[in-house]
């Protein structure tokens, strides 16, 4: 199983970037996949889930309205849209396979919001 | 949403301590609850699964039990490679939450 996270990078406050997860290894279309932050020095905070099919999607109450995961799973991929991005938005972001609990995790990918 | 509330925050062990580590949660989560590892610079990694199911490969060390709203991670036994921070979190709910986290650190 690989995950690995691109798109990463710095960002004005207010503007948008898309991160996107290249998936390998296991059945793609078979598994929730989930995004999940880590501010510097901080916990860890779960961001956003989509189901197998995307007919299902939740977010943490902070980012709703701003940001949109999204699927291909002809492409194997996940996808985070960010939009009107905060200081308080800037982790590292992690592309996650959910099983019980999270199996596992890609090596995650820095998104810095400053002007 | 649901909250999880872990304790403690820091907890300073030696090498061959038994330690223990609780996470409390807002209501029922059930059993659902995960454990995991993480080492500075790295992605977690997960230790145990419904509430007390090992994954695959981690030490038979590590266990974990519930008690109604309230989950321990017990370490028998620490190793130099146990000093790390840990997270519980809660996947009854589809809107998961991770705990505030706990570092262990060496004595």
């Known amino acids: 199983v690989q995950l690995v996270e691109s798109g990463g990078g710095l960002v004005q406050p207010g503007g948008s970037l898309r991160l996107s997860c290249a998936a390998s290894g296991f059945t793609f279309s078979t598994y929730w996949m989930t995004w999940v932050r880590q501010a510097p020095g901080k916990g860890l905070e779960w961001v956003a889930n989509i189901k197998q099919d995307g007919s299902e999607i939740h977010y943490v109450d902070s980012v709703k309205g701003r940001f949109t995961i999204s699927r291909d799973n002809a492409k194997k991929s996940l996808y985070l849209q960010m939009h009107s991005l905060r200081a308080q938005d800037t982790a590292v972001y992690y592309c996650?396979?959910?099983?019980?609990?999270?199996?596992?995790w890609g090596q995650g990918t820095l998104v810095t919001v400053s002007s | 949403d649901i909250q999880m509330t872990q304790s403690p925050s820091t907890l300073s062990a030696s090498v061959g301590d038994r330690v223990t580590i609780t996470c409390r949660a807002s209501?029922?989560?059930?059993?659902?609850l995960a454990w995991y590892q993480q080492k500075p610079g790295k992605a977690p990694k997960l230790l145990i699964y419904?509430?007390?199911t090992l994954e695959s490969a981690v030490p038979s060390r590590f266990s974990g039990s519930r008690s109604g709203t309230e989950f321990t991670l017990t370490i028998s036994s620490l190793q130099p490679d146990d000093f790390a921070t840990y997270y519980c979190q809660q996947y009854n709910s589809y809107s998961r939450t991770f705990g505030q986290g706990t570092k262990l650190e060496i004595k």
């Open positions: 209501q029922s989560v059930s059993r659902w």
């Open positions: 419904g509430a007390s």
């Open positions: 996650a396979r959910e099983a019980a609990g999270i199996d596992y």
